[in-house]
């Protein structure tokens, strides 16, 4: 087939890059002109595995083209993803402009049969905004359909999540849209779960809402077993063996982040409040997850009294590993509070500095761990790199000013921890001194 997919986000370059792998002729746009020229050159603007590769081997196949130009990308295509960003208002709403900019413009350019597609998390009812928005500013009376197909892949296993689906919802108003988006997703041997636009749209806030839920449930559970010296781990797989609870997202941490969870939660709480319907709840895991900061802010400061001018090295600043993503990470959040109280804190992340520098301007860059290690009073885990699961800790012991580690994300064994002689603190498991 031949797609067109408008953002180059997340989401945008992986479904463009997957669908282009799959053997369709795929054309990306994006109105941000230096994103287009590094993708043309084969530079990716985000960092997300494997996806470099899988442009650069579709380019070759000139499966995948990359433009600036919307009315490139209809007239070439028959089926229209939209993936544009759909970032939160200050009162928690989505912020459609970009949606309906796009809209417009597609129906400016058609001029036969287009499937436009919403790929982008949007509200419930966006589907029919845009049908009408399409509707309004289309020329010569041209038929087209407008179907919904949320995506659930995970920044840092986005290509896996994208091809591995569990599940393909497509919400759609005829049989025409619901056989093209069939034909579009054969090769995959998920259930496809076919039903109208409104239900579609509702699946990807609640599904995401649910998960939210989930990591704010363990980590309320968590500070439960902080309180009385029992082991969360040892609770989360307890929990999750039970078959209807499932042990996914069952870890718990210094809270969740990245620009999906607190940003859809935001947006289905407003949207509910608006039909009438008090989201109490979701109000409640959204709470829970700032607590949940606090709570780990909390246990540093009992550690070091007095924060002014302590040196402390904080490995990980992405949202979670595998991507260099720091929207609303809570090692942001975490970092801006200690340097606010007067903490000197060295950072190291394998891909995310370049983006933590644009919003820390007080923090210092470590090389590697053991140099964010050097000199601190303690070292602080917030994102679970890999990296940071095999280091010399001998050696890190040895740099740092006091034996102190602090983890947020409950990378290491209590066992472990004592045999290196640390003082190991994490999130609902008890202290090793
Ligand atoms: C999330 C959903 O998992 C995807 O299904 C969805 O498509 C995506 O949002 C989206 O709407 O675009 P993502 O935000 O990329 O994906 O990452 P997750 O792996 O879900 O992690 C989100 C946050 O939850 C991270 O901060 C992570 O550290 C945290 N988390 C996750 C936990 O604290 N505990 C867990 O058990 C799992």
């Known amino acids: 087939m031949n797609i067109g997919i408008i953002g180059t986000g997340y989401v945008g370059l992986t479904t463009g890059a997957c669908f282009a792998s799959l053997g369709n002729r795929v054309i990306c746009v994006d109105n941000n002109v230096q994103k287009i020229n590094m993708l043309k050159k084969g530079h990716m603007p985000i960092y997300e595995p494997g996806l470099e ?22 007239k070439k295509s ?65 038929a087209f359909d407008v179907a919904s197909n949320p995506e659930f892949l995970r920044e ?13 919802v497509i919400g759609v108003e005829s049989r025409r849209a619901e056989k093209i988006l069939k034909e579009l997703y054969k090769s995959f041997s998920a259930p496809i779960v076919v039903t109208d636009i409104r239900s579609a749209e509702i699946i990807k806030h609640a599904s995401n809402s649910f998960l939210a839920a989930k990591i704010s449930f363990i980590n309320l559970i ?21 078959k209807r609870i499932g042990s996914d997202f069952l870890r718990p941490g210094a809270g969740f982040g990245g620009f999906c969870f607190p940003k859809d939660l935001a947006a289905f709480i407003r949207i509910a409040e608006k039909l009438g ?46 991507t260099d993503d720091i929207r609303y990470a809570p090692a942001i959040d975490i970092i801006l509070r200690l340097e606010s109280e007067g903490v000197k804190v060295k950072a190291y992340d394998p891909q995310a500095m370049l983006n933590a520098r644009t919003v820390l301007n007080g923090t210092l860059y470590a090389k590697d761990p ?13 994102t679970e790199w890999n990296e940071f699961k095999q280091l010399d800790f001998k050696r890190i012991k040895k740099l740092m000013k006091r034996p102190l580690i602090l983890d947020g994300r409950n990378v290491y064994s209590l066992e472990k921890m004592k045999e290196y002689g640390f003082q190991y603190i994490s999130i609902g498991r008890p202290a090793v001194a």
């Not at 413009?105 to 419930?124: D, Q, W």
């Not at 895991?285 to 909390?298: G, S």
Request: glycine share 6%; net charge negative.
């Open 156 to 168: 840092g296993s986005a290509i896996h999540d994208f091809l591995n689906p569990d599940r393909v």
């Open 370 to 382: 053991y140099d964010a290690a050097k000199g601190a009073e303690a070292l602080i885990i917030l």
């Open 78 to 142: 028959d089926v229209i993803f939209i993936c544009v960003n759909t970032p939160t208002k200050e009162n928690g709403d989505a912020d459609l402009s970009a949606v309906e900019t796009v809209a417009e413009s597609i129906a400016g350019h058609m001029n036969r049969y287009r499937l436009i597609v919403e790929k982008s998390t949007v509200p419930v009812e966006t589907g029919i905004r845009v049908k009408q928005t399409i509707q309004a500013n289309i020329r010569n009376n041209v």
């Open 222 to 242: 968590s500070r439960i077993c902080d309180k009385v010296g029992a082991d969360i781990n040892k609770v989360a797989e307890g929990i999750g063996l039970d």
């Open 53 to 74: 590769e899988l442009v650069k081997q579709n380019e070759k196949e000139n499966r995948i083209e990359f433009t600036t130009r919307i009315s490139e990308a209809v």
């Open 277 to 322: 319907v008090d989201m109490k709840m979701l109000r409640g895991v959204a709470q829970a997850n700032e607590e949940q900061k606090e709570f780990f802010l909390k246990k540093i400061e009992d550690q070091l009294w007095n924060l002014k001018n302590k040196q402390v090295g904080v490995l990980g600043l992405s949202f979670k590993p595998d």
